[in-house]
């Protein structure tokens, strides 16, 4: 299954997606958690990217789309893959349609996330990620570790990333508004999108997604019902 989550900064799309590519035994690929780790690691491309990523602007298609061609060739994908952040644009949307067309494959299904605006910075400003493993993600009111500022799973240290603060997110809102949201459009066009509320404990939402995709919801212990 080829799966999308799209939404706006702070709809929980990364909490979210690493629980559905579980669920659903499918690689959780997020282009912002690849060009974070470009970035830790001080590759050429990861100094590109976050020019870019730090005020809070989407990085160049050519860059973007390279690193998801590349990632899509290795061989966990060849099952399925749920893709966190891309497409955030039309054209990235039409060069994803292509290359899944190249492997006579398609996009099967997408979740738009929605979530009013002025619930998204107070979401935003507590998220804490693990330096160890971006998708190990805490809040310091609706999610907090048990130790202050230390990762359940693993004990790294936790941060805010640079690009919660207030005003790049008030940039990055600008932009999906601008950019990302004719994406939905472009799929609704095809009768693919699901339109699912992000508001709520984690748990409801990733219920809703569950039902959405036409499987049974999960209990908090995590079996399916
Ligand atoms: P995210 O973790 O999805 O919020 O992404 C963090 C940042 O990485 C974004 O604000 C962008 O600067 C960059 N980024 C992630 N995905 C894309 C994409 N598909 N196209 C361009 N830039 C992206």
């Known amino acids: 299954m080829c799966l999308l989550l799209i939404g706006p900064p702070g709809a929980g799309k990364g909490t979210q997606a690493v629980r559905l590519a579980a669920h659903l035994s499918i690689p959780h690929i997020s282009t912002g958690d690849l060009f974070r780790e470009h970035i830790d690691q001080g590759t050429e491309l990861g100094q590109n990217a976050h020019t870019h990523t730090r005020a809070g602007l989407l990085v160049p298609d050519e860059v973007t789309i390279g690193v998801i061609k590349e990632r899509l060739t290795r061989p966990d994908t060849e099952r399925g893959f749920l893709l966190d952040g891309f497409p955030r644009n039309l054209a990235q949307a039409h060069a994803l349609d292509d290359i899944l067309a190249y492997s006579e494959s398609r996009v099967d299904a997408v979740l738009d996330l929605e979530i009013p ?109």
């Open 117 to 225: 605006e002025d619930q998204v910075v107070r979401r935003i400003a507590g998220r804490r990620l693990c330096r160890r493993n971006h998708e190990h993600i805490f809040h310091v009111d609706y999610s907090p570790p048990e130790v202050d500022e230390t990762c359940d799973v693993c004990g790294g240290e936790l941060y805010q990333r640079e690009d919660d603060r207030e005003r790049t997110v008030r940039k990055r809102l600008e932009v999906y508004r601008t950019e990302t949201a004719p994406v939905v459009g472009h799929y609704q066009a095809q009768g693919l999108v699901t339109t699912i509320s992000a508001c709520g404990q984690v748990q409801d939402v990733l219920n809703r997604s569950l039902v959405a995709l036409g499987y049974g919801q999960v209990d908090v212990a995590g079996t399916s019902g």
